[in-house]
T-cell receptor, first 113, second 115 residues
């Protein structure tokens, strides 16, 4: 069963900590995405990657960075966590440049205290 | 600009009722794709359907049906004879050349089906 796996389901971090959210997909997809989900705002794109070592900013990249050293892994980094980054984070992957549907992970609920 | 609007924040129905979730989109592209996803309490978004802008044929899949109308820029989703397991957040999304084919999501509609 193909899937997108996010390393943590729940995470609690302190303000100012550096936080790593990991995402791994086993479908050999070129594209990977990080979204955050907040009530009333839907899903907002933080960063995405079309290939290894490539990254592009989404709609809300401030306070975040990403790393894609291998095709199957896409990491989201909060350089210095703040309380307004408390959210649900969803990773997704898709095949090629065509508008295929995305496959999503189960999400990581991050709380910054 | 690309935008997806789901005006219904939350809908509550009794089991076996029919329910329609509204989705209105904005795009200047002539080629685009529309999606519906379901997010159950477990959190993972589940793909339900994709429709391209050249195919206005309505689709039915079991109790689910979708009504795509380009004239009103709408892509509505109807669940017939709703069940408790349909309780979830439902997202409509748009993908087009203007967004480099990234998915643009609406804010979601939370559906609660009561026994």
């Amino acid at each position: 069963d193909v899937k997108v796996t996010q390393s943590s389901r729940y995470l609690v971090k302190r303000t100012g900590e550096k936080v790593f959210l990991e995402c791994v997909q086993d479908m050999d997809h070129e594209n990977m995405f990080w979204y955050r989900q907040d009530p009333g705002l839907g899903l907002r794109l933080i960063y995405f990657s079309y290939d290894v070592k490539m990254k592009e900013k989404g709609d809300i990249p401030e306070g975040y960075s990403v790393s894609r050293e291998k095709k199957e892994r896409f990491s989201l980094i909060l350089e210095s966590a703040s309380t307004n980054q408390t959210s649900m984070y969803l990773c997704a992957s898709s095949l090629g440049q065509a508008p295929h549907g995305y496959t999503f992970g189960s999400g990581t609920r991050l709380t910054v205290v | 600009a690309q935008k997806v609007t789901q005006a219904q924040t939350e809908i509550s129905v009794v089991e076996k009722e029919d329910v329609t979730l509204d989705c209105v989109y904005e795009t200047r592209d002539t080629t685009y794709y529309l999606f519906w996803y379901k997010q159950p309490p477990s959190g993972e978004l589940v793909f339900l359907i994709r429709r391209n802008s050249f195919d206005e044929q309505n689709e039915i899949s079991g109790r689910y049906s979708w009504n795509f109308q380009k004239s009103t820029s709408s892509f509505n989703f109807t669940i017939t004879a709703s069940q408790v397991v349909d309780s979830a957040v439902y997202f409509c999304a748009l993908s087009n050349q203007g967004s480099s084919y990234k998915l643009i999501f609406g804010s979601g509609t939370r559906l609660l089906v009561r026994p």
